[in-house]
Each structure stands twice: as C-alpha cells, then as structure tokens.
C-alpha cells in the first residue's frame, strides 16, 4: 500500500510569491491534515479536511489556505510569502477527522524563502 | 502552560541500552496516544499508537499511558544506533472536531 506522498519535495521561493503544495492520502483514507514544522515551532497544525470541507483550523493567518478534491487529494496554498515561511511542511493523512484514527505523515516539501 | 510537555534532550545512550522518552499533558480530555519518530530531514513515522490507559508492545517498543499522572513513556529496549532520532508524541480528545497536539520531540542518539 502506498503511503502518503507530497510534491514538490523542495521549494525554494522569493518574498512575496506565492506557492501551492500537493498531497496525496493514503489509498482509503479521507482525512488530510496539514502541518508546519520549524526547529524553534515544532509541529504546528494549519488545517484538516475531510470530504473536501475544512474541519479544522489552526492559527495560522489567511494566507495559509487549503482544499480538498474529491478524490481526498489536497493542495495547500500560501500567499505572500514571508521570510518565516520556511519551513517543512507536512500532510498526514488518517480515514476519518477529528483525532481517533492513526496519523500517517508524508515525506515532506521543504520550502525556502529567499 | 503548553498542553504537552516533552523534554527536548539531546538524550545519549550507548548501545543495547533501555530508553525511556516521556511527555506529560494537562488535558485529561486526551484519549488517544501515538509516538513518532523522525529522522533528520524525513517526516515522522508512526511507531506506536494507543487509546486510553495502559500499555501496549511491538517488538522492542513499549508505549505506556497513565491517565491518573497526565504521562506517557516510550520505552526503547535493545536500542541501536539507527534509533538515533528526534521522537514525538502526540495526543488527541478524538472528539470530531479536535486535532492532534504534538509535543516539541526529544533527540535521541545511540552511541555505538
């Protein structure tokens, strides 16, 4: 079974651009959460999906944005990149929201903002 | 006061040693229990996963939950130099509309 991919793997953007990442679920599952992580932050939620409504949200600000399509794929969106977007971002994918299923991360896109 | 609590280490240990990794939490609201490892630059790997009280196995990993002391521990047995890793938990109410709130990690390195 494959696991939960994500692309681009790398990123490198300048301030003020904007970028959109991908990610894949597990064949099955229907739930995408997504996840910024930095060394001084650690894991910090952005938001979660499930049957392409956003069901949860972290406080990040507005330019951080998602959705899902109905093959349970996401995309995540960052507008106006800032100097502290850089980060690895992650996605995890589980089968149903809300927190009582096992979480399974993909490899990551770390993003570089120039 | 952060929800988690994790010891960020550096934790070293020589080889074939028991490791003991622990997280506390203040929500008792918190039902469902999983630990993570990292390796530098990957994302994280589940290794174990719980729900409620208790202790549960898989080969030379053993999580243990006590609600009564809001603590956790990850217990590594026989450790080896490719346990050399950042290691999470996680914790959730499950509830619908809650997420899961991760502790900041503990870097573990196995010296050979």
């Known amino acids: 079974k494959a696991g939960v991919t994500q692309t681009p793997r790398y990123l490198i953007k300048t301030r003020g651009q904007q970028v959109t990442l991908s990610c894949s679920p597990i064949s099955g599952h229907r739930s995408v959460s997504w996840y910024q992580q930095t060394p001084g932050q650690g894991l910090q939620f952005l938001f979660e999906y499930f049957s392409e409504t956003q069901r949860n949200k972290g406080n990040f600000p507005g330019r951080f944005s998602g959705r899902q399509f109905s093959n349970s794929r996401s995309e995540m969106n960052v507008s106006t990149l800032e100097l502290g977007d850089s980060a690895l971002y992650l996605c995890a994918s589980s089968l149903r929201f809300g927190g009582s299923d096992e979480q399974f991360f993909g490899p990551g896109t770390r993003l570089t903002v120039l | 006061q952060k929800e988690v609590e994790q010891d960020p280490g550096p934790l070293s240990v020589p080889e074939g040693a028991i490791v003991s990794l622990n997280c506390t939490y203040s929500?008792?609201?918190?039902?469902?229990f999983m630990w993570y490892r990292q390796y530098s630059r990957k994302g994280p790997e589940l290794l174990m996963y719980?729900?409620?009280?208790g202790n549960k196995e898989d080969g030379r990993f053993t999580a243990q939950v006590d609600k009564s002391s809001k603590y956790i521990s990850l217990f590594i047995r026989d450790s080896q130099p490719s346990d050399s890793a950042t290691y999470l938990c996680a914790m959730s109410v499950g509830s619908g509309t809650y997420k899961y709130i991760f502790g900041t990690g503990t870097r573990l390195k196995v010296l050979a």
């Open positions: 719980t729900y409620s009280s």
């Open positions: 929500n008792s609201a918190f039902q469902y």
